[in-house]
């Protein structure tokens, strides 16, 4: 029996939508979202190819592009990643070019935290301790762009997750 996941291009589209805070009718700024699927060739080197579909244990990198169509630089992005259902976020793969101030969520976007992410938690003799959040626990990632976008200009996030 041979199992995968379709990556649907409405996932994508879902996702863009929550990304974007404005609408590119009023808005100078595009962001695209593409995954890839990471492979080894018989080299040892790293191959991506478009994904389309997934295996169980196999790599997923996302790529957000941002480009600033306008003619006046753009502030204060905040760039957000999914981390899907049947995923776990594979820890430091998270990746720009771009100045940032780097966040995870592991409750659905509510809160962000920085890494390690620390709660307290009940142990086996009912003391509370503070233990690190695993990364596999993480729903979402986020950068916070500490530089503009200047006009005509583009960045790009990416980040790595493995199928479950």
């Given amino acids: 029996m041979k199992f995968s996941i ?14 974007s805070f404005s609408s590119a009718a009023e808005s100078p700024l595009i962001s695209t979202m593409s995954a890839y699927l990471v492979e080894v060739d018989d080299t040892g080197n790293e191959v991506l190819k478009p994904a389309e579909k997934a295996r169980p244990n196999q790599v997923i990198e996302y790529r957000l592009n941002y480009s600033n169509q306008g003619d006046s630089p753009i502030d204060g992005l905040a760039i957000t990643g999914p981390i899907p259902d049947s995923t776990i976020y594979l820890a430091d793969t998270a990746a720009t070019m771009v100045r940032n101030n780097f966040k995870v ?8 935290d920085d890494e390690p992410v620390l709660r307290l938690r009940e142990n086996q003799f ?14 979402h990632v986020r950068w916070y762009a500490a530089t503009p976008l200047v006009a005509n200009a583009e960045q790009q996030y990416r980040y790595r997750v493995q199928i479950q």
């Fill in 105 to 112: 969520s592991i409750d659905g976007g509510k809160t962000w």
């Fill in 126 to 139: 009912n003391q509370m301790e503070q233990v690190v959040i695993p990364a596999s626990e993480y729903t």
């Fill in 6 to 19: 379709t990556l649907k291009r409405s996932l994508f589209a879902a996702t863009l939508a929550v990304m």
